[in-house]
């Protein structure tokens, strides 16, 4: 993550959930956790759509210990899905990585991938692949259109909710029902 200006209205640390007008496919029944938005742009990561491959896999593909770990890897966006992004909360000191907040950190070096193989990682981690990415203005602008509903991130949500509830929990959160929305959502 870069060490661009943070606007005071940013939306690090909060989720966004993807609403029925959204007209990219790939994010519907989203979650996506900010790391990053600043008046540069804003980065993100999908955090409830597993892939089909397992960490124990990218750990054998990678020669590294932790083979049998049958855990989900998720998809996190459309860019780089080649790139691997690790949250986990703060502990060991891992190679590139950066604060998300005080309970969030955002690691993308090998050794975090290798501790958690072989034991010593963090307790409580997600493992993606891409991420998703939006330059300067374009964030606001689908906010702006009623494209993503937010609220403020919680741990609870990002490393103990099972993948498949996080969609609901969040709009739990939100004290929000899809099936009341209307095309006016978030405008007094």
């Known amino acids: 993550m870069t060490a661009t200006k943070e ?6 640390h909060h989720f966004l959930v993807a609403s029925p007008w959204l007209a990219d496919p790939r994010f519907h029944g989203g979650v996506i956790y900010l790391c ?10 999908m955090i409830n759509q597993p892939l089909e491959i397992t960490l124990g896999e990218i750990l054998e ?3 590294m210990e932790g083979s049998e770990l049958d855990l989900p890897v998720f998809n996190g966006g459309p860019v780089e899905q080649e790139r691997g992004f690790v949250l986990h909360p703060p502990g060991t000191g891992w190679q590139n990585t950066a604060s998300v907040t005080e309970d ?7 050794d975090i ?35 993503w509903l937010t609220c403020p991130a919680n741990t609870d ?4 909710t099972p993948a498949e509830e996080r969609y609901q929990a969040v709009l739990k959160l939100l004290g929000i029902d899809l099936n009341q929305l209307t095309e006016s959502v978030g405008h007094a």
Do not use: K, M
């Not at 949500?157 to 103990?160: A, K």
């Open 104 to 110: 969030v950190f955002l690691t993308t070096s090998r």
């Open 157 to 160: 949500i990002l490393f103990r």
């Open 7 to 12: 606007s005071p209205n940013s939306l690090r």
């Open 61 to 63: 593909q990678l020669d």
């Open 36 to 45: 990053e938005h600043s008046d540069d742009g804003a980065l993100g990561l």
């Open 113 to 147: 991938l290798s501790g958690i193989g072989r034991g010593t990682g963090p307790e409580e981690f997600l493992v993606v692949l891409g991420y998703s990415g939006w330059g300067e203005g374009q964030l606001e602008e689908e906010l702006g259109s009623n494209a």
